[in-house]
């Protein structure tokens, strides 16, 4: 259960700073788990 809860908020971090940087229209997925280190299945 750790490991979900430290890639759960490596995820919100990253997404909050991405959709503060730029628009919601402007934001990818893919990019946002790339930056947060995690792989697009460990989001699903």
Known sequence: MEGQSETLTC????????????D???????????NAGVTTGAFY
């Open 24 to 34: 919601s229209a402007d934001t990818s997925l893919r990019q946002i788990v790339k």
């Open 11 to 22: 995820i919100h971090q990253e997404a909050m700073e991405k959709f503060l940087e730029k």
